[in-house]
């Protein structure tokens, strides 16, 4: 059975940059999709964008900017970089697998992050 | 950019059949996936491409798609099916989610 586990601070300072790590378990990061979903408070879910195992990625248009994400193959795991953050960032950060076409059939549990000085 | 539009909430019966909609142009020709979530909780993929359930999801959900419309039916519903519900679909390799259904077990 395919895990996913986000990590990183759960506090960030406006203006710095957020950091997640998403570590999969219980099967290989080769030959799929991986994507960031994230939260607000009480609101909906927003797509941040994807990576494929072999590093080709697609962002949210609305986040590109802002957005990096990395796969890391050696270690099973893949990352989320957002720069220059503002209390609108505040929100549950999911990782999840799946790719153009495909549903999100994993997800991690989320993390919290709150954007606060 | 392409969008999908749900109703706020929808209440239902202890068991009744609750609908929940997805609306979007042309949304019959498009992979529609539906996911729970529970407060506190990770969403769940309870259909996918329409009108098929992953493993460990009741037949009482099921799903439907053509023409404007998705439709994620919930018969017999419980008061476990109390959660949001949101549909999704992917245009031009971008995920789009609609905003999200309450659904209330009466």
């Known amino acids: 059975q395919v895990q996913l586990q986000e990590s990183g601070p759960g506090l960030v300072k406006p203006s710095e940059t957020l950091s997640l790590t998403c570590t999969v378990s219980?099967?290989?990061?080769?030959?799929?999709?991986w994507s960031w979903i994230r939260q607000p408070p009480g609101k909906g879910l927003e797509w941040i964008g994807y990576i494929y195992y072999s590093g080709s990625t697609n962002y949210n248009p609305s986040l590109k900017s802002r957005v990096t994400v990395s796969v890391d193959t050696s270690k099973n795991q893949f990352s989320l970089k957002l720069s220059s953050v503002t209390a609108a960032d505040t929100a549950v950060y999911y990782c999840t697998r799946g790719g153009p076409g495909d549903p999100l059939d994993y997800w991690g549990q989320g993390t919290l992050v709150t954007v606060s000085s | 950019s392409y969008e999908v539009t749900q109703p706020l909430s929808v209440s239902v019966a202890l068991g009744q059949t609750a609908r929940i909609t997805c609306g979007g142009n042309n949304i019959g020709r498009k992979n529609v996936h539906w996911y729970q979530q529970k407060p506190g909780q990770a969403p769940v993929l309870v259909i996918y491409?329409?009108?098929h359930r992953p493993s460990g999801i009741p037949e009482r959900f099921s799903g439907s798609n053509s023409g404007n419309t998705a439709t994620l039916t919930i018969s017999r519903a419980q008061a476990g099916d109390e959660a949001d519900y949101y549909c999704?679909?992917?245009?031009?390799?971008?995920?789009?989610f609609g905003g999200g259904t309450k659904l209330t077990v009466l």
């Open positions: 491409r329409d009108s």
């Open positions: 999704q679909v992917w245009d031009s390799r971008i995920v789009v």
């Open positions: 219980g099967g290989s990061i080769s030959s799929y999709y």
